[in-house]
Nanobody, 123 residues
Framework: QVHVVESGGGVVRAGESLTLSCVASGPSVSSYDLGWLRQKPGKGLETVAGLSRSDGSTYYEDSVKGRFTVTGDAAKNTVFLQMNNLAPEDTAVYHC????????????????WGQGTQVTVSS
């Protein structure tokens, strides 16, 4: 089981930056990579980014490549999402998640995501 708690959301203007933080815990936490999902208004969950615990490789959804950076500390079970040049279409609830990065894709483990933190970007 893995429990994640995220923080750092807020309201910003287009072009500004935000950094989200997440701390993961639980008896199985070391078996999982960490990443981020988001849910835009009226839409389903989509994977935004992921970070491999073993080799530091990363995954990014196409629309955030070059703007978002995922980092973390495997020993501390933390993951961060630095979001630059935010756009109104990035408005969403962002959820930290545990999963697996495989074949340059990130697969969230079912149910292993937090309550989420709201990011709102105004134009």
């Amino acid at each position: 089981q893995v429990h994640v708690v995220e923080s750092g959301g807020g309201v910003v203007r287009a072009g500004e930056s935000l950094t989200l933080s997440c701390v993961a815990s639980g008896p199985s936490v070391s078996s999982y990579d960490l990443g981020w999902l988001r849910q835009k208004p009226g839409k389903g969950l989509e994977t935004v980014a992921g970070l491999s615990r073993s080799d530091g490789s990363t995954y990014y959804e196409d629309s955030v490549k070059g703007r978002f950076t995922v980092t973390g500390d495997a020993a501390k079970n933390t993951v961060f999402l630095q979001m630059n040049n935010l756009a109104p279409e990035d408005t969403a609830v962002y959820h930290c998640t545990a999963g697996h990065l495989r074949s340059e894709d990130f697969f969230p483990a079912a149910g292993y995501w937090g309550q989420g933190t709201q990011v709102t970007v105004s134009s």
